[in-house]
């Protein structure tokens, strides 16, 4: 009996395997009929001397399609599977996959693997063209395996932020950048190999004495090359930029960048030359961003003397109550005060309960001043507040930014604004110590 069933899976298997060797078979057979019926057309609806050129061109159009169609339609299957589970919640992982287009490079892989089959088939009465195109399609394989490689990670850092793991994130940008330049060495070497035909041992040997020459010699334009390409991926400066270099103590706009020098001219129109290579570990503020928003900070303190700081009795909240921006913002604060205070023992006592203060106040009149103002952005940040206290005194500091980022225009509207409240302080009592700026 357990012969009986041991021959019996045997010849099932034997079945298969005759199944789909008769598939594979009946598909190189059908493909072909198609290459046949390409090349007999050509040959009688063309003169004798384009026959071959628009055979193979046929052929290669015809084959390219194919491919493009197997691409397609596992394409379409494998994104429409993704998308039923596209939750993010309860699939992260496939919502991360299917995010980084990682889905597309396994239907172009398996197209191009389809077309590997499929070439020996397509291209039998040309050998020639067999031979070039098979060593396209394994270039192709690679660069496509490459992706897949590049991708993989990026799907990786897409899972991380899912998850809000921002620590893992951190560790996988910098490990993913040296996997980055490690995978384009080694597909570098592979395509070479598969694309020439030349061993990829001999191509890592001569690259490595060729490396040691080049170090040596064109340290400064390896690390410019270097360089520009960092900034050509990160984008994070171009030509015409304006940038700020602490280090060098410039500021200015980027005129031109090469692979050794970067020329900067700064706004008294004189001319800066830095080394490129030097961006990689030198601070650069790109102030492009601030210019291109047309938006410009200001942040500059006010410093009070702390002695003339004073709650408000009912004289000076009446006389600050003809002040336009504050009357509603006293009259409330006012009924609040008086509210809360009504039941309190020793009401009388100022000190005694909720009290409005000057610096208070006038604190609050500038937020309005600000707030009403048509030179600052009111989407951004806008916040005016107390700083620690310095030995000088109280710092009041301004926090906003103008909807202007020209210099000329932001330094009248900033020197607009503080005159204004320095001069605004003196009805609320303030004294003004001789610092302008912390």
Not at 90 to 116: D, E, M, R
Not at 220 to 248: E, M, Q, R
Not at 323 to 345: A, D, F, H, V
Request: aromatic share 12%.
């Amino acid at each position: 009996m357990l012969n009986v069933l041991i021959n019996l899976v045997k010849t099932n298997n034997i079945l298969i395997f005759v199944g789909m060797n008769k598939e594979l078979t009946d598909t190189k057979d059908f493909l072909q009929n198609i290459s046949d019926y390409i090349h007999f057309f050509v040959k009688d609806n063309t003169p004798d001397s384009w026959v071959l050129l628009l055979q193979i061109l046929t052929k290669f159009m015809v084959f390219i399609a194919i491919i493009y169609l197997v691409d397609f339609l596992f394409k379409l299957i494998i994104n429409s599977i993704f998308r039923i589970f596209f939750d993010k919640d309860k699939y992260p992982v496939l919502k991360s996959v299917y995010g980084a287009k990682l889905t597309n490079s396994v239907s172009h892989l398996i197209a191009l693997l389809f077309g590997s089959f499929a070439l020996s088939s397509f291209f039998y009465r040309h050998p020639k063209s067999h031979i070039f195109l098979e060593r396209l399609i394994g270039l192709l394989i690679v660069l496509v395996v490459a992706q897949m490689l590049f991708r993989g990670i990026t799907a990786i850092r897409n899972y991380f932020i899912i998850n809000k793991d921002y620590y893992k994130i951190i560790a996988l940008n910098a490990v993913s950048q040296t996997l980055n330049i490690f995978t384009v060495f080694v597909t570098s070497v592979i395509a070479i190999s598969v694309l020439f035909g030349i061993s990829g041992s001999a191509i890592v040997g001569s690259l490595g004495a060729i490396t040691a020459v080049l170090v040596l010699v064109f340290r400064d334009t390896i690390l410019g090359f270097v360089t520009g390409i960092h900034v050509a991926t990160s984008k994070n400066l171009k030509v015409g930029d304006w940038i700020g270099i602490p280090k060098y103590n410039l500021e200015g706009t980027i005129v031109d960048l090469n692979l050794l020098t970067t020329k900067i001219e700064n706004f008294d129109k004189t001319m800066s030359t830095i080394p490129t290579y030097d961006f990689l570990t030198t601070e650069i503020k790109n102030i492009q961003v601030m210019s291109e928003s047309n938006t410009r900070r200001i942040k500059r303190s006010i410093i009070f003397n702390i002695k003339s700081f004073k709650f408000l009795d009912e004289e000076a909240i009446a006389h600050l109550s003809k002040i336009n921006l504050i009357k509603e913002y006293l009259e409330e604060m006012k009924k609040q005060i008086n509210r809360e205070r009504g039941p309190m023992e020793n009401a009388e006592l100022v000190i005694n309960g909720r009290q409005l203060t000057n610096i208070g106040v006038f604190r609050h009149y500038a937020l309005n001043y600000l707030k009403q103002n048509e030179h600052i952005d009111q989407e951004g940040t806008l916040m005016v507040r107390q700083l620690e206290n310095t030995p000088q005194g109280m710092p009041l500091e301004i926090y906003c930014f103008t909807n202007d980022s020209l210099w000329e225009n932001y330094e009248v509207i900033m020197a607009d604004i503080f005159d204004h409240l320095m001069v605004a302080s003196k009805e609320f009592d303030l004294e003004i110590m001789q610092l302008n700026k912390i």
